[in-house]
Structure formats: structure tokens, C-alpha cells
T-cell receptor, first 114, second 118 residues
Framework: DAKTTQPNSMESNEEEPVHLPCNHS???????IHWYRQLPSQGPEYVIH???SNVNNRMASLAIAEDRKSSTLILHRATLRDAAVYYC???????????????FGQGTTLQVKP | DTEVTQTPKHLVMGMTNKKSLKCEQH?????MYWYKQKAKKPPELMFV???????INESVPSRFSPECPNSSLLNLHLHALQPEDSALYLC?????????????????FGPGTRLTVT
């Protein structure tokens, strides 16, 4: 299964933008890049996903490198509620070895300071 | 309603007990998942059901037995567990495994059942 590498932890100040990086140099052409986050004492929560183009939704933006070997999750204005573990996960299409599977790495623990 | 519910929230069981965890969703999703999460570790996939059939078993010991009685319900039957099986058990669902759309669907997670085996 294709692996992702993320920093163990990051800090941010409240109301400032946060850029969470993810390296996935062995990504295959059919792997989607998914981001989930897990707030303390809760189940993981879907944040955003993309294939090749940058994506925006109400929670965040996803910037994908042209060669797809890395991506960055962008929280435009961090709030205290955004303190969580953020997971970058490669998910394959039907027929690939990682179809339907979320293989969680260690993720990045984001601390947000008031 | 984008909620996945899990019962019970907490469960303590002895190694000789038999118990079941229950998961329910009413989003019309046809794929359902069980994950196990040990303290301070990421979730690990255990089982995937697609259209009520077991699609993926990640080599989980037979003391864990999943069941999908209908498209809204997913159970995990537990028998003769070990103390090292103590963990948070998470259920998730998704539209399907990406078959019609051709892209992987986002998964919706429940809050989990905190299991302690004594």
C-alpha cells in the first residue's frame, strides 16, 4: 500500500492559517488523496479529498503538487476546535489493493494556541 | 442525518464473556466498516461489508465475528477476548466502496465503543 509521511506535530495560533504537509512519493495514478481528522474523544471526521486539482470546501483547502507526490491541507483560520490529529490517506479505486481501505498513518497532531 | 450511532459507549467484559457491539446508520450507505484503535495509535481497519456481504477481513482473529443483518446495521460479536483487545472500536459507513462513481467515497465514523477486557 502506498505510504504517506506527515510531521508528528504542528502548532498554530488561533485565527491564523495552517498548512499541514503530506508526502506520498509512491502514489499511484489512481490513488485519491483523502484527509480526515480526529478530535479528542471522537471518531475520525472526513475533511476533504482530491485527485489532481486543488480542492476547496467549507472546512479546508487541499493543494496538490503537480507531480502528486505531496499535498498540503490548508485551514484558512485555525480555531481552538481545529485542534486534532490530521491524517493524510491514499485511497484507491475499485480493483486496487487499497480500494475502500483507509490505512491510517500516525498523522499530525495540531495544537492551536489562543 | 449524517450520523453513525454505536452502542454501547463503554463495555467491560471478562475473558470468558460473549458480548456484541452494535452500529447503525440511516444514510442509505451500502458499505460499512469496523476499525480498532488502541490508545494514542491510529485506527486500524478490521472488516468491510459491501452490500451486506463481507468484502474485506484484515486477518482478524476469529474471536471477533462481524455480522451485517441488513443495510443499516452492523454488529461485532466478541467471544473469548484477551486483555490486549481492549481498545476503542469504531464503526464507519460510506455510500459504497466507490463502485458506481468510480471514486472512493468519504467515510462517516461513529463515536466508538470503548472496550475493556479484564
Amino acid at each position: 500500500d502506498a505510504k504517506t509521511t506527515q510531521p508528528n506535530s504542528m502548532e498554530s495560533n488561533e485565527e491564523e492559517p495552517v498548512h499541514l504537509p503530506c508526502n506520498h512519493s509512491t502514489i499511484s495514478g489512481t490513488d485519491y488523496i483523502h484527509w480526515y481528522r480526529q478530535l479528542p474523544s471522537q471518531g475520525p471526521e472526513y475533511v476533504i479529498h482530491g485527485l489532481t486539482s486543488n480542492v476547496n470546501n467549507r472546512m479546508a483547502s487541499l493543494a496538490i503538487a503537480e507531480d502528486r507526490k505531496s499535498s498540503t491541507l490548508i485551514l484558512h483560520r485555525a480555531t481552538l476546535r481545529d485542534a486534532a490529529v490530521y491524517y493524510c490517506i491514499l485511497v484507491g479505486l475499485h480493483g486496487s489493493s487499497n480500494t475502500g481501505k483507509l490505512i491510517f498513518g500516525q498523522g499530525t497532531t495540531l495544537q492551536v494556541k489562543p | 442525518d449524517t450520523e453513525v450511532t454505536q452502542t454501547p459507549k463503554h463495555l467491560v467484559m471478562g475473558m470468558t464473556n460473549k458480548k456484541s457491539l452494535k452500529c447503525e446508520q440511516h444514510m442509505g450507505h451500502r458499505a460499512m466498516y469496523w476499525y480498532k484503535q488502541k490508545a494514542k495509535k491510529p485506527p486500524e481497519l478490521m472488516f468491510v461489508y459491501s452490500y451486506e456481504k463481507l468484502s474485506i477481513n484484515e486477518s482478524v482473529p476469529s474471536r471477533f465475528s462481524p455480522e451485517c443483518p441488513n443495510s443499516s446495521l452492523l454488529n461485532l460479536h466478541l467471544h473469548a477476548l484477551q486483555p490486549e483487545d481492549s481498545a476503542l472500536y469504531l464503526c464507519a459507513s460510506s455510500q459504497d466502496m466507490g463502485l458506481p462513481s468510480g471514486r472512493p467515497d468519504e467515510q462517516y465514523f461513529g463515536p466508538g465503543t470503548r472496550l475493556t477486557v479484564t
